[in-house]
């Protein structure tokens, strides 16, 4: 069977969270318990019902203690949603943790920068996005064949995936961003990440970040007109790109006072931090437990009910 039929079957039934166990009496991770408000026709809060918030990690795959980190901020903290790397090492964990864990929504973590390719013979992604670009001008890489066989293999482990993004935001470069509208509508998964932060001053954020992401604004027009012409959807707003690797509680709760009305992904990175991450080549190493406690202080989880933001999955939307 193709993953393409999987995707169009669903996937199999799975067991309740059996971490749940470990929440007070009675109580299921935020997300499910608005997941189960909206079915039942309510509203997630009743203070402000405009206020929708995705907050998804990224690199769900790449290493045990990532994996790890990510599930706990889902059970314990705000996180509703991940996106897995198919080429991570630590790929099979994170299905079997997926699967244990329904309520957590899943969703793409495109890569074509680090790590190898799934297509034969296996040859190692350009290691930044220079070199990228570099490829792709001499016709080394067939973007869509590398992106098609990801979520195949996705599906093909049972999962269903909701939403794609791409490692390093690579589908900023044109080339990638038209492969990646046709993944989408081919496979029918049709949330896509837009990667243009929504004005914000939160503090600890460096002037350089801020100043990059203000600069990506020229991209935007382009890229939701090639979205919208194959049917993609896309939050409203988005947020993360300027606080990657440089927040903590205060600075979290600070971007939740400014969250606008209408959707918004927020982007992550949380994981515990282990000598497997310690030894991984990433730049988000120590960050990611600071992220990660960020996610689940009870601080944060006061701020959000304070605010009357409903947190949701992309299924949800």
Not at 151 to 165: F, M, N, R, S, Y
Not at 199 to 226: E, K, Q, T
Not at 231 to 247: E, R, S
Request: net charge positive.
């Amino acid at each position: 069977m193709s993953g393409y039929d999987k995707l169009a079957q669903g996937p199999p039934a799975h067991p309740r969270d059996r971490e749940c166990a470990s929440l007070p009496a009675g109580e299921a991770p935020l997300c499910e318990r608005v997941h189960e408000r909206l079915a039942q026709g309510a509203p997630a809060h009743p203070r402000d019902p405009q206020r929708l918030l995705v907050v998804n990690a990224d690199d769900f795959g790449f290493t045990r203690d990532v994996n790890e980190g990510i599930v706990h901020a889902h059970l314990h903290g705000i996180l509703t949603a991940t996106t897995l790397m198919a080429n991570g090492g630590a790929f099979d964990h994170a299905v079997e943790l997926a699967k244990r864990h329904p309520s957590l929504d899943i969703g793409c973590h495109l890569v074509l920068v680090g790590g190898r390719s799934l297509l034969p013979p296996h040859r190692p992604y350009p290691r930044d996005l220079k070199a990228l670009l570099a490829a792709m001008a001499k016709r080394e890489l067939a973007v869509e064949k590398e992106l098609a066989a990801q979520v195949e293999k996705i599906l093909d482990a049972g999962v269903k995936p909701t939403h794609l993004d791409t490692h390093k935001h690579t589908h900023l470069l044109p080339p990638v961003l038209e492969a990646v509208a046709r993944i989408s509508h081919r496979y029918g998964i049709p949330w896509v990440r837009r990667p243009f932060d929504y004005p914000m001053s939160a503090g600890g954020v460096p002037i350089g970040r801020r100043l990059l992401s203000r600069s990506l604004d020229f991209l935007r027009r382009r890229f939701h007109r090639v979205l919208s012409s194959h049917g993609c959807k896309t939050t409203d707003h988005f947020a993360g790109f300027q606080l990657t690797g440089h927040f903590r509680t205060r600075e979290l709760v600070a971007l939740l006072e400014q969250l606008p009305l209408g959707s918004t992904e927020f982007m992550t990175h949380p994981g515990f931090c282990t000598e497997e991450l310690l030894s991984s080549r990433t730049r988000l190493k120590e960050s990611r437990r600071r992220e990660l406690d960020a996610l689940t202080d009870e601080e944060t989880r006061a701020a959000v009910k304070r605010l009357g933001i409903r947190l949701l999955c992309y299924r949800d939307l």
